[in-house]
Nanobody, 115 residues
Framework: QVQLVESGGGLVQAGGSLRLSCATS????????MNWYRQAPGKQREMVAG???????NYADSVKGRFTISRDNAKNTVYLQMNSLKPEDTAIYYC?????????WGQGTQVTVSS
């Protein structure tokens, strides 16, 4: 069974940085795409950033220029570097992976940005 484990969340002041990690139990190349999503209280879950098996990336407009998604193939880990954090970035951040029309989700990690 595929497992995704997020880590790296925490409390940070506005303008600060955090790096989230998503470790998978299988090779990241086995997934068509891996994404970071987030869900703030009272809001729908939204896509933040994604990276395909070929290395193409995409970002939500709200995080372009501030967040960077990357991967370490040897560690089967995808990262989300978050800079210039804003209070509106506060949310639970989830990693997901898509393969053969199936989606796998991690348990999430809380990110709180204080003003």
């Amino acid at each position: 069974q595929v497992q995704l484990v997020e880590s790296g969340g925490g409390l940070v002041q506005a303008g600060g940085s955090l790096r989230l990690s998503c470790a998978t139990s299988e090779s990241i190349f086995s997934f068509t795409i891996m994404n970071w999503y987030r869900q703030a209280p009272g809001k729908q879950r939204e896509m933040v950033a994604g990276i395909t098996s070929g290395g193409s990336t995409n970002y939500a407009d709200s995080v372009k220029g501030r967040f960077t998604i990357s991967r370490d193939n040897a560690k089967n880990t995808v990262y989300l570097q978050m800079n210039s954090l804003k209070p509106e970035d506060t949310a639970i951040y989830y990693c997901n992976a898509a393969r053969f029309l199936r989606l796998y989700w991690g348990q999430g990690t809380q990110v709180t940005v204080s003003s």
